[in-house]
């Protein structure tokens, strides 16, 4: 399981950037399928998530996808197994669900 942060655009949004994952993941394999999970609660929020399987069995992700004013959270798991893919997915749930956004004006002092 890993984090990527990406800078989100005046005219970016949540669905675009699931939407870019999904164009590009089917264009490096044609065999790749894709479906949206069940959306994570966290509070009174709610955090789209896609699934990846990877064409040929080779590999199966899934991503949470969380925007905030300035920025793109996406919270990953990845496997090459989907056996295990499966049993670890609720660690991912719960990782997910102990995410909390500080702020986004951070200032850095200087001596």
């Known amino acids: 399981m890993y984090f990527n942060v990406t800078d989100l655009g005046p005219k970016d949004t949540v669905k675009s950037f699931m939407a ?5 993941e089917m264009k490096n394999d044609p065999k790749t399928s894709v479906s949206t999970g069940e959306s994570i609660q966290v509070g009174d929020r709610s955090f789209p998530v896609l699934e990846f399987s990877l064409g040929g069995n080779s590999g199966h992700e899934a991503v949470a996808y969380i925007g905030e004013s300035q920025v793109l959270v996406m919270i990953v798991i990845s496997s090459l197994n ?21 702020t986004s004006d951070v200032r850095i002092k200087t001596k």
Not at 92 to 101: D, G, I, M, Q
């Open 20 to 24: 870019a994952d999904t164009r590009r």
């Open 82 to 102: 989907e056996e295990i893919f499966r049993r670890d997915y609720p660690s991912f749930v719960k990782l997910v669900k102990t995410y909390a956004f500080l």
